[in-house]
């Protein structure tokens, strides 16, 4: 199945709390990405997805997401949103 991603935007803002790691942040400069996925998409978009494996999601499912991820850090930096570092 080909999903409908809606292209990403970006915000440059500072955060506080803890990564995905469990590690304290504190006031760290980011850039928020939204991504915006149909509703009607989202039940088989996680229909295969198991996140105890190494190797879910499919190349299929994530290339997609990941390009949009991308595509908007790539315009956020060229439109000197941000420097890229």
């Known amino acids: 199945m080909s999903y409908r991603v809606i292209k990403g935007t970006t ?4 955060i506080s709390g803890e990564d ?11 850039v928020a990405i939204t991504i915006n996925i149909p509703e009607d998409e989202i039940t088989d978009l996680l229909a295969e997805y198991d996140p105890q494996s190494g190797v ?13 991820v991308l595509d908007a850090l790539k ?9 890229g570092n």
């Open 75 to 83: 315009k956020h930096v060229e439109e000197g949103s941000g420097d």
């Open 11 to 14: 915000q440059s803002l500072f």
């Open 20 to 30: 995905i790691n469990d590690e304290s942040i504190e006031n760290l400069e980011c």
């Open 56 to 68: 879910s999601p499919k190349v299929a499912e994530a290339r997609p997401l990941a390009r949009a």
